[in-house]
T-cell receptor, first 110, second 110 residues
Framework: DTEVTQTPKHLVMGMTNKKSLKCEQH?????MYWYKQKAKKPPELMFV???????INESVPSRFSPECPNSSLLNLHLHALQPEDSALYLC?????????FGEGSRLTVL | GESVGLHLPTLSVQEGDNSIINCAYS??????FIWYKQESGKGPQFIID?????DKRQGQRVTVLLNKTVKHLSLQIAATQPGDSAVYFC?????????FGGGTRLMVKP
């Protein structure tokens, strides 16, 4: 299994909603990532988890809350988002320098 | 800090021709670069990587060249096919941390 699986593929939410994005990998990778990608732009790093501990937070607003329940799962909890947070959210896992990306969750905030 | 940039935002080539996508970088303490392909609605997909102890690496129909003197790398795609149409990103990898360049959209004309 060389896949990173993200759910849901599409999510529409209001600014007062609470929702979560989920990511799963079964490759035994111990580093997992959240990236945000706006249209026609490169992915931008948000968070890095290493061995289930948050190691990097790229000054992401607190309305985004990551969680790593175990070595295979990574969540991104969303609360009180703004329309400008609409983007493709990509999860990735890594081992020995190679990152594997999921297909992304396309988020629209109304 | 590290910055990765591309020379051309869009490249249009005839099917069967060779494609060359360029990338410049600056201030890299470690020269490990990866090329990713991102098709519409999908996550970035690993194509090929190159480390600082090499100046050329070949894969299936793809070649990456690294010129450390002028801090430049390129991705060459031989006999470009319609399925190669996508956005291509160069990325610098430092300890499982990826920094992406701006991206080049490759359009293949039949």
């Amino acid at each position: 299994d060389t896949e990173v699986t993200q759910t849901p593929k599409h999510l529409v939410m209001g600014m007062t909603n609470k929702k979560s994005l989920k990511c799963e990998q079964h490759m035994g990778h111990r580093a997992m990532y959240w990236y945000k990608q706006k249209a026609k732009k490169p992915p931008e790093l948000m968070f890095v988890y290493s061995y289930e501990k948050l190691s990097i937070n790229e000054s992401v607003p607190s309305r985004f809350s990551p969680e790593c329940p175990n070595s295979s799962l990574l969540n991104l909890h969303l609360h009180a988002l703004q329309p400008e947070d609409s983007a493709l959210y990509l999860c990735a896992s890594a081992q020995d320098g190679e990152l594997f990306f999921g297909e992304g969750s396309r988020l629209t905030v109304l | 800090g590290e910055s990765v940039g591309l020379h051309l935002p869009t490249l249009s080539v005839q099917e069967g021709d060779n494609s060359i996508i360029n990338c410049a970088y600056s201030n890299s303490a470690s020269d490990y670069f990866i090329w990713y392909k991102q098709e519409s609605g999908k996550g970035p997909q690993f194509i090929i990587d190159i480390r600082s102890n090499m100046d050329k690496r070949q894969g299936q129909r793809v070649t990456v060249l690294l010129n450390k003197t002028v801090k430049h790398l390129s991705l060459q795609i031989a006999a470009t096919q319609p399925g190669d149409s996508a956005v291509y990103f160069c990325a610098h990898n430092a300890g499982n941390m990826l920094t992406f360049g701006g991206g080049t959209r490759l359009m293949v004309k039949p």
